[in-house]
C-alpha cells in the first residue's frame, strides 16, 4: 500500500535528470554546430586570401615578361601588392585554427606563405640592386635563389591543394586558386641573368633616379603679368607671402631636404628664411609657405630660392628659382563724401 508514493518520488527524481540530459545534449548540437560555422568561416578566409594572392601573382608574371621596359616605382607598387596579399594571408593563419583536422592543412598554407615572402623579398632586392650596381656580380645567384624560394612554395601550395582533396579533411566551399607568382616554364639558368640584363639594359626605368625639384611658385594677393611682360603684385595688402610647390619627378621617394629664401626690397636689409621639407614620394608633391613678407606699394622686389634636397639628386638645374616684381602703388581714394553739385535756391 506504500508503493504507490515511492513511484511517485522516483518520478520526481527522473524528470530532473531527463531534462538536464536534454539541455546537454542541445548545448553539444549548438557547439558542434558553432565549430562547424567556425570552420567554414575560417576556410572562406583562406580561400579568399589565396584569390588574392593568386591575382597579385597574376600581375607580377605579366610585370616582369619585359622588365627593361619597366619604370622603378611600377616595379615597386606591384612587387608590394603581392606582399601585401601574403601579409593579409599569414595575419589569418596566425590565428587560431577552428578545428583540428585542419591543422595539416593550414601548416603547409604558413609554409608556403613563409617560402614565398622569403622568396620575393628577395626578388625585388635583387633586382633592384642589379639595376643600381652593374659592377654586382652577386645579383644572378642571389636571384637565382629568390627563384627558387618562391618556387618552393609554390609546391608547398600544392601539397595543401592536395590536403584538401582529402575526404577526412574539410575544404573551402569555393575551390582553391591556382597561384603562380613568378613563371616556372623557364629554367632558373636562364631566367636569372636575362631578367639582370634587362635590368641593366640601356633606358631601362629600374635604375633609381632621384629627383626633386621646384615646380611652381605664386604669391598671396597673386602675381600676374603686366602688359609690358613684368610682374606686378596688387596693393591690396602690406604684407605677401609666397607658396612653392617642390615636386618628386623621380622614381624613388626624396630625402629629407629643406627650401631657402631671399626676399629683398629697396634700401631694406633681406629677408632669409629656411623651411623644411618632408620626404616625398615619386609622383607626389608638397606646399611650403614664406608668410606674411613686408612690402611697400610702388617698390621693385627680389625673389630667390633654392632647394637642398638633402641627398642624391639626378637634376640640380631644378633646384633654384629667382623673379622680380614689383608691387603696385596704391589706388589713390577719389571720392568726395561732400555733395556740391546743387544748390538751395532760396528766393
Not at 616582369?64 to 601579409?87: H, M, N, W, Y
Not at 634700401?267 to 611697400?296: K, W, Y
Request: proline share 6%.
Amino acid at each position: 500500500m506504500f508503493d504507490a508514493p515511492r513511484r511517485r518520488r522516483r518520478r520526481r527524481l527522473i524528470w530532473p535528470l531527463v531534462i538536464t540530459i536534454v539541455v546537454v545534449v542541445a548545448l553539444v548540437v549548438a557547439t558542434a554546430g558553432d565549430d562547424t560555422r567556425s570552420t567554414i568561416t575560417y576556410l572562406e578566409d583562406v580561400q579568399t586570401s589565396a584569390t588574392e594572392i593568386s591575382r597579385a601573382g597574376s600581375t607580377l608574371r605579366t610585370l616582369v615578361g619585359d622588365l627593361s621596359r619597366v619604370d622603378r616605382a611600377e616595379f615597386q607598387s606591384v612587387v608590394g601588392g603581392v606582399k601585401t596579399s601574403l601579409d593579409s594571408a599569414e595575419a589569418i593563419v596566425r590565428g587560431e585554427v577552428p578545428s583540428s583536422e585542419i591543422v595539416g592543412a593550414m601548416t603547409l598554407y604558413r609554409l608556403a606563405l613563409e617560402s614565398w615572402s622569403e622568396g620575393i623579398d628577395g626578388f625585388e632586392e635583387t633586382i633592384l640592386r642589379a639595376a643600381d650596381d652593374s659592377l654586382d656580380e652577386t645579383v644572378i645567384d642571389d636571384l637565382a635563389s629568390a627563384v627558387v624560394a618562391v618556387r618552393a612554395g609554390d609546391q608547398i601550395y600544392g601539397a595543401l591543394i592536395a590536403e584538401f582533396d582529402r575526404e577526412d579533411v574539410p575544404a573551402p566551399v569555393a575551390a582553391m586558386p591556382e597561384i603562380r607568382l613568378l613563371p616556372v616554364d623557364t629554367p632558373i639558368t636562364v631566367l636569372a641573368p636575362a631578367w639582370v640584363s634587362a635590368a641593366r639594359s640601356d633606358g631601362s626605368e629600374l635604375p633609381i633616379r632621384p629627383s626633386v625639384r621646384i615646380e611652381q611658385v605664386s604669391t598671396d594677393p597673386e602675381w600676374v603679368t603686366s602688359a609690358n611682360s613684368s610682374i606686378v603684385v596688387p596693393a591690396v595688402s602690406d604684407t605677401i607671402s609666397v607658396m612653392v610647390v617642390v615636386g618628386n619627378s623621380g622614381n624613388t621617394a626624396t630625402s629629407p631636404g629643406s627650401l631657402s629664401m631671399r626676399f629683398a626690397g629697396p634700401g631694406e636689409e633681406p629677408v632669409e628664411e629656411t623651411e623644411p621639407v618632408p620626404i616625398i614620394e615619386p609622383g607626389a608633391r608638397t606646399s611650403i609657405v614664406f608668410r606674411d613678407l613686408d612690402v611697400i606699394p610702388g617698390s621693385f622686389y627680389q625673389l630667390e630660392l633654392e632647394l637642398d634636397p638633402g641627398g642624391d639628386d639626378t637634376f640640380l638645374e631644378d633646384n633654384t628659382y629667382s623673379t622680380g616684381f614689383t608691387v603696385n602703388e596704391a589706388t589713390p581714394d577719389t571720392t568726395d563724401t561732400t555733395d556740391t553739385s546743387s544748390t538751395t535756391d532760396g528766393g
